[in-house]
Structures are given as structure tokens and as C-alpha cells.
């Protein structure tokens, strides 16, 4: 364990608002260089949306960045799904974004829901989540955008890429929701903050 006196990157999301992701990238390296500094084996970014910049960061440094959609994506093939239904900002769950090109290059093929819901779901991230303000009213939504891709059957598993979005989707109604590949009735969830955290917790113990 290393520890150092570190300036977090303050709040980026005008700049990820504004499309500058270069200057997200250059606070996230800033960032990699200092924890590299103090003796850091590996690091981990704890954002989605700001892996977009993923690679400004992994560039200024030589110890591994894992990447959260890397890791998402692994969990996915291992438990033999296939078809990926994709929720988060607008700066991830798009066409054209890092985590849907990264999951299409495993082989896996991304659902997204109608562009409005995700419009939706991207301000009630910002506008609630991000500032501690869960209402009952928001996680009744989501739970229908989840509803909904279930009962579609378009997916083998709702992939919540955003750190906040677990807590719309309470530990009881994951669990509940389990499922698997043809499985219409139910519709496995994973949260990819937590695999992330526990692909970082494999990576240190890897040689205890």
C-alpha cells in the first residue's frame, strides 16, 4: 500500500459537457503520474464516462490502468451472455461511444434504449444522482427502463455503466432479477463499478 499527499482532479463534467476530453484527459493523467509517484503498482479510474479520456491517462504512465469496460465486458463472456443492453450517461450509452466500440470488439453486441429515455437517464444521473438525491419517483423509472428491455427480450443482461446508477437498483432487486441468456422473464444485472472494484482487488493480491 502507498499513500501521498494528491490534488484530486476537481468536477470535470463541464468539460465532458463540452466535449473537451482532452483536458479531462490531461487531469486524470496528472492524477496517474502523482499516485505512479508515491509507488503505485496500478490504478483504476472510478467513472465511467471519463474513460473517454482513458487513454491520455494510460499514456502518461507505466503502471496499468485497468480499464472498467475491459473488465465488464471479460465478466460478461465468462458467464456466456451475449447481448448487452447499455445504461449511463450519454458520453457512454451512445453508438458511438468507447464502451459500446470496446464491448463490439469482445464480439458483443450493444442494446441501447430509445434515445429519449436515455436522454433521461443521462440528467437523472447529473441532476440527482451526482448530487446525493435519490427519489423514489427516479428509481420507478429506471426500474421501467429495465422493465422494459427485459420484456423485449432484446438482451441477455442490463449493464449499468455509471457509478451512481446502483443506487437506483436496490441489492434486493438485483439479486431478484438474476436470469440469463433466453431467459425472457428475467434479466441479469451487472454493475460494472463493482466488478471494477473487484478486478482491482484481484490485480493487488495477484502476487501476495
Known amino acids: 500500500m502507498h499513500a501521498t499527499q494528491l490534488t484530486l482532479p476537481p468536477c470535470v463534467q463541464p468539460l465532458e459537457e463540452a466535449g473537451e476530453w482532452d483536458a479531462v484527459g490531461a487531469k486524470l493523467a496528472s492524477a496517474a503520474k502523482a499516485l505512479e509517484g508515491a509507488g503505485c503498482a496500478g490504478a483504476i479510474i472510478c467513472c465511467n464516462s471519463v474513460h473517454q479520456a482513458y487513454d491520455i ?12 469496460s475491459e473488465v465488464a465486458a471479460n465478466e460478461i463472456l465468462r458467464q456466456g451472455l451475449k447481448r448487452v443492453a447499455l445504461f449511463g450517461t450519454r458520453f457512454t450509452a451512445d453508438r458511438g461511444s468507447y464502451f459500446t466500440k470496446r464491448l463490439e470488439q469482445k464480439g458483443l453486441q450493444v442494446v441501447l434504449s430509445p434515445e429519449a429515455e436515455r436522454i433521461e437517464l ?48 436496490p441489492e434486493r432487486e438485483e439479486a431478484v432479477a438474476g436470469g440469463g441468456p433466453g431467459n425472457k422473464d428475467r434479466l441479469m444485472i451487472l454493475d460494472t463499478a463493482k466488478l471494477h472494484a473487484l478486478a482491482a482487488v484481484d490485480f493487488m493480491l495477484a502476487d501476495a
Not at 57 to 68: D, K, N, T
Not at 142 to 168: K, P, Q, W
Request: charged share 20%; glycine share 2%.
Open 57 to 68: 491517462a494510460q499514456a502518461a504512465v507505466s503502471m496499468p490502468i485497468l480499464h472498467i
Open 122 to 169: 443521462h440528467d437523472i444521473i447529473f441532476d440527482e444522482l451526482t448530487v446525493d438525491s435519490i427519489t423514489p419517483q427516479s428509481r420507478t423509472r429506471f426500474a421501467e427502463m429495465i422493465r422494459s428491455t427485459m420484456e423485449s427480450g432484446d438482451a441477455d443482461v442490463a449493464l449499468l455503466a455509471c457509478t451512481e446508477l446502483s443506487l437506483l437498483q
